[in-house]
C-alpha cells in the first residue's frame, strides 16, 4: 500500500516518522509514505492556502483548489485512484477494526485540516472522514500519524514479530495481559516482585495467567468489549470464574 499525507506542516509528520518501527519500514522499503506540503500546490505569489469563510465568522478556512491539485498530482505519481480520508472531527471513529480495513487499501491520502477546517467542497473527493476521538485539536497532522502509524502495524514486514500485533490489545476484543522484564524485582518504597508464575518455566500454568489477567483487566476496565471477544474454550470457563467471583 501507499501512503500519501497532505499537509501545510511537513516537518510536523516528517520529523516523528524519522524515529522508530515507522522509520526503518520506510527506510526499508515496507512502508511507503510520502509528505505533499499544500503550498507547493498553490499557484499565486504568496503561496496562499487559506482563506476567511464565506458569511463571516472567526477563523481561516482551508481553500478547495490547492487540495484538487494536490490530488491530482498525488494520483498521476502513484498511477491510480486515490482513497482519500479527510481528518475531521466530525468523522467516524478511528479504531482497530478501521486501522485493520484501510491496511487493505491500495493508494491512501490523508488530508490534514486547519484552523477552521477545509472549504466543504473538498469532501467531493474525500471516500471517507475520521476522528480519532471526541476532542478538537488545532490541525489533523496528529490524527494523520496516529491513523498512519495504526494502519502501518497491520501491514506485513512491519512489526518484526507478527505475533506480538496478534496478541495485542483489541486484537481479539481483549485487552493485553501485563508484562514485566527484568530484574525480578525492583525497588519504589517497597520491593514489587514479578509474578512468580512469570519465572516458574511453566508454559502451560503462564499462558493459562495470562488469559486470566486478559480477561480480567478486560472485565474491569472495558466490560463493552467483551461483547463481541472471539474466546476460545479455556477462556470462556476462566470469564466465568471471575465473574463468580465478582458478584
Ligand atoms: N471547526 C472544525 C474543527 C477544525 S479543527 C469543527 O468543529 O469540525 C482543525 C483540523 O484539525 C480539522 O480540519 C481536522 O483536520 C483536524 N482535527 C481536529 N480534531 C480532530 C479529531 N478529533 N480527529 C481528526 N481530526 C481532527
Known sequence: MTFDIVTIFPAMIEQPLAAGILGRAIERGTLDVRVHDL?????????VVDDVPYGGGPGMVLKAEPIFRALD???????????????????????????????GIERVVVLC????????????????????????LTGGELPALVILDAVARFVPGVVG????VAEDSFNRGLLDFPQYTRPAAVESGRVLRV???????????????????????????????????????????????????RD
Open 39 to 47: 503550498r507547493a500546490f498553490t499557484t499565486d505569489r504568496h503561496h
Open 195 to 245: 509474578p512468580e508464575v512469570l519465572l516458574s518455566g511453566n508454559h502451560g500454568e503462564i499462558r493459562r495467567w495470562r488469559k486470566r489477567q486478559a480477561l480480567s483487566r478486560t472485565l474491569d476496565r472495558r466490560p463493552d468489549l467483551l461483547a463481541d471477544a472471539k474466546l476460545d474454550v479455556e477462556e470462556e470457563a476462566i470469564l466465568k470464574e471471575l465473574r463468580h467471583e
Open 161 to 164: 514479530d507478527e505475533q506480538s
Open 73 to 103: 498530482a498525488i494520483e498521476q505519481d502513484r498511477g491510480g485512484p486515490l482513497h482519500v480520508i479527510l481528518t475531521s472531527p466530525q468523522g467516524r471513529r478511528f479504531s482497530h477494526d478501521e486501522a485493520k480495513r484501510i491496511s
Open 113 to 136: 485540516g486547519r484552523y477552521e477546517g477545509v472549504d466543504d467542497r473538498v469532501r467531493e473527493r474525500v471516500a471517507e472522514e475520521l476522528s480519532i476521538g471526541d476532542y478538537v
